[in-house]
């Protein structure tokens, strides 16, 4: 099985701040990495897919990029909303795996 | 609007069955993979199950394979996951996915909650 994972496993920010998670892949996967933001009690969100496509209706900040075992999430200047909980899931194999997550809480 | 809408957790006694549904509207349910993905309480999530667009083929990670069994019926528009011989680890909310041409989970549904306790 392909084992995903992310760091930081949290971190501290402020309202405006550039944010960068970083998942990695324990063997390459191509492009096929995707992002989810959940918030306590609520289901994931699909917010990149392809390592780097939008889906649609998520806010542009978000971006994602990489490919073959390293991939990154970028929100270019957090807002109140993004507070959550972020993870990554490989789709290279048809056993789906997800990253541990990365809490982004208020600083 | 597209939607998915999870049923049938609740409490059961270890080494018991139970069978979840999901039941999907807004959208061609028989032109979608369909997966279930679950999350044990303070913890990360864990994918569980896929099921082709048609049936024809069935996937699982080691951890629930030979006791959970993932179906569908299209004409129904409606997915199942009928899981047996259940252990205390199997407590989670108990998510069903579509899945994307793009090989993401774009729609998801609310959940439902499986305890395994006596």
């Known amino acids: 099985d392909i084992q995903m994972t992310q760091s930081p496993s949290s971190l501290s920010a402020s309202v405006g701040d550039r944010v960068t998670i970083t998942c990695r892949a324990s063997q390459r996967i191509s492009s096929y990495l995707n992002w989810y933001q959940q918030k306590p009690g609520k289901a994931p969100n699909l917010l990149i897919y392809?390592?780097?496509s939008l889906q649609s209706g998520v806010p542009s900040r978000f971006s994602g990029s990489g490919s073959g075992t390293d991939f990154t999430l970028t929100i270019s200047s957090l807002q109140p909303e993004d507070f959550a909980t972020y993870y990554c899931?490989?789709?290279?194999?048809?056993?789906?795996?997800f990253g541990p997550g990365t809490k982004v809480d208020i600083k | 609007q597209v939607q998915l809408v999870e049923s049938g957790g609740g409490v059961v006694q270890p080494g018991r069955s139970l069978r979840l549904s999901c039941a999907a509207s807004g959208f061609t349910f028989s032109s979608y993979g369909m997966h279930w993905v679950r999350q044990a309480p303070g913890k990360g999530l864990e994918w569980v199950a896929v099921?082709?667009?048609?049936?024809?083929?069935?996937y699982y990670p080691d951890s629930v394979k030979g006791r959970f069994t993932i179906s569908r019926d299209n004409s129904k528009n409606t997915l199942y996951l009928q899981m047996n011989s259940l252990r205390a680890e199997d407590t989670a909310v108990y998510y069903c996915?579509?899945?994307?041409?793009?090989?993401?989970?774009?729609?998801w549904g609310q959940g439902t909650m499986v305890t395994v306790s006596s």
């Open positions: 392809a390592a780097s």
């Open positions: 099921i082709w667009y048609d049936g024809s083929n069935k």
């Open positions: 899931q490989q789709s290279y194999t048809t056993l789906f795996t």
């Open positions: 996915a579509r899945g994307s041409g793009d090989s993401a989970l774009d729609i």
